[in-house]
Structure formats: structure tokens, C-alpha cells
């Protein structure tokens, strides 16, 4: 049996899509892979196949030096420029950090990425193309499902959410770096729209936007909601109940969230980023601004056809992206990695 040690503290806290994608390979290994995987979690003194590394701690980067750690796997959810628009580090401690930052990347024997467009970046920085590989994120179905018009009358009533207007759902950190100005002005301007957005400050003071963004967050327009962070087994119910999922973000990875509108068959708008044309092209509606994001909503709010038309493409991208398929991917990249070490027989 294969043995493949994690590190993370991915799901440490709340409301960040790293944690999220970190939990679904956990449990789709288990669900699929439990009699050809023995899988442990932060377990410094074991020894293993593969060490795969989902975070950057210090710790997890001098545990890289110790002995029995076999292939060295690294997730790469973020680059240095990545986090400009996320976080306020003042210098000198944030060129420090973005040094770090590539070391580990480099300390390991390859590292998946979650973004097609970091390759280039990633070569650049001096790390090998052929140790870099593609693989998307994915989300459960049984966790994140469509429900029918019914089902979706009786979950807005429980939310306290008018069953009759139309209504727009947005997720993740709030921060400038996800569009939520931009979320929040399209509330201003479209007063007769039910507008939520789940999510909160995860790094506290430290988000980018952060003292601007509270003053609304606590005082938002009368059609606008803030539920803060929603627990996983919640945020379903949020995408179940929206016409429309909108993100904004002016800079991505590869958002769970649009993952998880898909998987439920919610409509997808975005402004439209390099990585989406890179992954996604076709399933979703391509914005360019906050005044094009206005059109394009009210073009959808008066053409029933389009919007049902927007839903059957998140449904053929969620068949896309899908946890089965995700999971033949995942198996037969740690096989291949383990065979690098001489475990297994290269396939």
C-alpha cells in the first residue's frame, strides 16, 4: 500500500478555498483510494511513499530535511504577485516572505498546480517545467447538489430571503482582490436585486481593503446581505437559493466557489480573467467591468432562455470537473511520483 504523508493547516481557517480543496482530495482519497492509500496528516516522524504539502509553514519546510519523507509533493495555490492584492505585508518582512515562498516550491521533488497559467510563472522563477503539473480543483456532488424551484422557495423562506425577487450570490474572502466593491456598487445600483455575499475577513486587519470594506460590511444597502462565513455544510444552500452566482475578482487561482456553483447547476458570471479562458471558457458569462456586469445581469434578469441556457453550461462543467474524474488523475499522478523514487513500477 502506498504511503502518502500530508501537511497542511489549509483547513485552519474558515472561508478560504485552499482549505476546501485541501478537504475534498482528502476525502475523495479516502472514498475512492482507502485499499491502495494509507493517507496520514501532519505526521512528522512517519515515513512515507510521498510527502505531499498542501501549506508553506516553517515547520513543514524543515520537516523537507529529515529523513523518510520520500517524493516531495508541493500544492501550489498562490504565487508572491498573487498575494498583493490579498494582504498588507510592509517591507522588508514581505520580500522576505516572497522569497520563502519560492524556496519551499523549490525544496520540493515536483508540485501540482491548480492554475495552468502559473507554469510560465513558476519557470521563470527557476523551477523545472517537468516537474510541474496541471490538475483542477474539484468538489464532492453529494455535498454540493442542485435542488428543484420548490425546494428553492423553501430555502430563501428559511433564510429570511423574498422568494420572489431575483437574487445574486457571491462567496469568499472579503477583500479588494475579490470584486466585492464592485458586488457591493451593482447592490447600489440595482435596488429592486436581492444581493448576498458569504464570506468574512479571514486574516482580519491584515485583508487588503480591509477598513474601507468593514464600514459597508456593517452598515451594507437594505438589499444586501453579509452572512459572514458560512459553514461548509451551509454554503449549498446559498448557491441553491441565488439566480445568479457572480464573482468579480480582479485576480484568481482557481476559485472553489465557481466550482461549487457549478456542481449546483447555478449560473455563473465573472469578470472574465486569463485562467477562466484558460479552464472554463464557455461556461460562464464574461464580464469586463462593473458596468458590463450591470448589463449583463439586467440582460439575464429579462431573458428567462439565457439564464436557463447559463445553467445547463454549469451543469456540463460540473460533469467536467467532476470528482470521479478528478480522482483517476490524482491516482495515477502518485503512482507515477512514487515510481520516480523507485516504489512502484512507472506506468
Same mark, same amino acid.
Given at each position: ?7 497542511? =493547516?489549509?483547513? #485552519?481557517?474558515? +472561508?478560504?478555498? !485552499?482549505?476546501?480543496?485541501? $478537504? ?5 482519497? &479516502? ?122 422557495? =423553501?430555502?430563501? #423562506?428559511?433564510? +429570511?430571503?423574498? !422568494?420572489?425577487?431575483?437574487? $445574486? ?5 472579503? &477583500? ?113 467591468n462593473e458596468e458590463d456586469m450591470n448589463d ?10 439565457a439564464l436557463r441556457d447559463l445553467q445547463r ?33 512507472k506506468q
Amino acid at each position: 500500500m502506498l504511503k502518502i504523508n500530508m501537511f497542511s =493547516t489549509a483547513d #485552519k481557517v474558515k +472561508g478560504q478555498g !485552499v482549505g476546501s480543496a485541501y $478537504v475534498e482530495l482528502i476525502n475523495m482519497l &479516502q472514498k475512492y483510494f482507502s485499499d491502495q492509500f494509507s493517507v496520514s496528516i501532519n505526521k512528522y516522524g512517519s515515513r512515507a511513499d510521498i510527502t505531499h504539502y498542501h501549506t508553506i509553514n516553517p515547520s513543514f519546510f524543515l520537516s523537507t530535511y529529515a529523513p523518510g519523507r520520500g517524493r516531495k509533493v508541493g500544492y501550489v495555490h498562490f504565487l508572491p504577485e498573487t498575494l498583493d492584492d490579498s494582504l498588507k505585508i510592509p517591507q522588508p518582512f514581505k520580500g522576505i516572505f516572497y522569497k520563502y515562498v519560492i524556496a519551499f516550491y523549490k525544496r520540493m521533488d515536483h508540485i501540482v498546480v491548480v492554475n495552468p497559467t502559473f507554469i510560465p510563472k513558476l519557470v521563470a522563477y527557476g523551477i523545472a517545467e517537468d516537474k510541474i503539473t496541471y490538475i483542477p480543483n474539484f468538489v464532492n456532488p453529494k455535498e454540493f447538489y442542485p435542488v428543484d424551484q420548490q425546494d428553492k422557495v =423553501t430555502l430563501r #423562506k428559511q433564510y +429570511g430571503l423574498d !422568494v420572489n425577487r431575483f437574487t $445574486v450570490f457571491g462567496s469568499g474572502q472579503i &477583500q479588494t482582490r475579490k470584486g466585492v466593491l464592485d458586488f457591493i456598487k451593482l447592490a447600489q445600483q440595482n435596488p429592486t436585486v436581492q444581493f448576498v455575499w458569504a464570506g468574512g475577513f479571514s486574516f482580519g486587519k491584515l485583508t487588503s481593503g480591509y477598513d474601507e470594506l468593514e464600514k459597508v460590511v456593517k452598515n451594507p444597502p437594505a438589499n444586501l446581505l453579509f452572512p459572514g462565513i458560512v459553514p461548509r455544510e451551509k454554503i449549498v444552500d446559498y448557491y441553491n437559493m441565488a439566480d445568479l452566482f457572480l464573482l468579480p475578482s480582479y485576480n484568481e487561482l482557481f476559485p472553489m466557489s465557481v466550482l461549487e456553483a457549478f456542481s449546483t447547476h447555478t449560473p455563473v458570471m465573472l469578470r472574465d480573467l486569463d485562467l477562466y479562458k484558460a479552464i472554463i471558457s464557455g461556461y460562464y458569462v464574461p464580464t469586463q467591468n462593473e458596468e458590463d456586469m450591470n448589463d449583463q445581469l439586467h440582460r439575464l434578469i429579462n431573458d428567462p432562455e439565457a439564464l436557463r441556457d447559463l445553467q445547463r453550461r454549469s451543469a456540463t462543467a460540473a460533469e467536467r470537473y467532476s470528482e470521479s474524474h478528478l480522482a483517476q488523475v490524482w491516482h495515477d499522478f502518485y503512482l507515477q511520483q512514487a515510481g520516480e523514487k523507485g516504489h512502484v513500477k512507472k506506468q
